[in-house]
């Protein structure tokens, strides 16, 4: 049994390993599903649900490194790695939004939370910006409701 006869249960799936560190396309499932007949717009709230809680595990699989790691491994100074957070604190929680992107999205999120970026803005712009790649993906098939 492949992942579209699970329905919505298999996009949820193959959404959620495609926004996770393996190599996986939620839009050949989601695409496949839309033109078997299911409802686009729950293709689409799926797809974005699954995506997004597989990339924030990345955020959270971050968050488990150490930021000591930077100054033993790769030899820079806790001077240099605190003035990087400030900036990354300042405008980094919002750069999830471009998690959605195919080969680094992945690495933004995992950044995000080895960062420690704010939680809940990166969850707030993760979202957006995975809902939104699901969205032009439906225009770009010519799914238009």
């Known amino acids: 049994m492949g992942l579209f006869e699970l329905g919505y249960a298999g996009l949820f799936l193959a959404s959620f390993l495609a926004a996770t560190v393996l190599p996986f396309s939620s839009e050949i499932i989601f ?29 959270g699989l971050g968050k488990l490194g150490k930021l000591e790691w930077i ?42 939370g080895f960062f420690r970026c704010r939680w809940w803005i990166v969850a707030l712009s993760m979202g957006l910006g995975k809902f939104l790649r699901y969205i032009v993906w439906m225009y770009i098939n010519g799914i238009f409701i």
């Open 31 to 59: 695409s496949a599903m839309v033109f078997g007949g299911f409802d686009p717009w729950t293709c689409v709230l799926v797809a974005t649900l699954g995506n997004w809680l597989g990339g924030m595990t990345c955020y």
């Open 71 to 112: 100054e033993k491994y790769l030899r820079v100074k806790k001077e240099k790695i605190d003035a990087f957070m400030l900036k990354i604190h300042k405008y980094g929680d919002w750069f999830a939004f471009f998690s959605f992107l195919p080969g680094i999205g992945d690495i933004i999120a995992v950044a995000a």
